[in-house]
């Protein structure tokens, strides 16, 4: 039996979109067999990326996390496909562009901290937690 079917959030992040790379990156997904099941470009309200990004809060990054992640707009991509948050932030890879591997996407097209050019859940709770505030005007 192969994994469940999930939804994942992913969001092309302001220096990919500032770059041209949204389809790029979306087209990697599209490759690797998933869905698109809502997305949308916006230049985000910094309520709801205090709110996204709330478990961050005191941490010494947030502040500029905060700031790039307002400075312009973004594509937020709700996604679908068998076991889709493992293998999105498989596709991802690490947190910082210079660990992550040669074909990630952030290997490829991340610059630095925080510009690291996509955002993946990192587990199913978190997926419906920020589908539902990305997607459903949930608080
Ligand atoms: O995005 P991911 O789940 O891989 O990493 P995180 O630890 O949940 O951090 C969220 C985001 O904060 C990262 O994607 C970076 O954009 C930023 N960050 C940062 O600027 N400096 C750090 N030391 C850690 C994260
Ligand atoms: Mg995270």
């Given amino acids: 039996m192969g994994d469940a079917m999930e939804d994942t959030l992913m969001i092309v992040k302001p220096d ?3 770059r ?3 389809g790029q990156v979306i087209a990697r997904f599209e490759e690797a067999g998933f869905e698109i099941v809502r997305m949308r470009m916006q ?3 910094p309520d709801l990326i205090r709110r996204f ?9 947030f502040p ?3 700031a790039y992640m307002v400075s312009g707009p973004v594509c937020f991509v709700q996604l679908r496909r068998e076991g889709a948050v ?3 932030r498989g596709l991802v890879g690490a947190t ?3 660990d992550a591997a040669p074909g990630t996407i952030r290997g490829d097209l991340g610059i630095d901290l925080p510009r690291n050019s996509v955002h993946a859940s990192d587990c199913a709770t978190a997926a419906a937690r920020e589908i539902a ?4 005007g949930a608080r």
């Fill in 16 to 18: 990919a979109v500032a």
């Fill in 86 to 88: 493992a293998r999105a």
């Fill in 64 to 66: 500029r996390l905060i």
């Fill in 96 to 98: 910082d562009p210079a």
């Fill in 53 to 61: 990004y709330a478990e961050h809060e005191g941490k010494p990054h």
């Fill in 133 to 136: 505030l990305v997607f459903d």
């Fill in 20 to 22: 041209g790379l949204v």
């Fill in 43 to 45: 230049e985000p309200d």
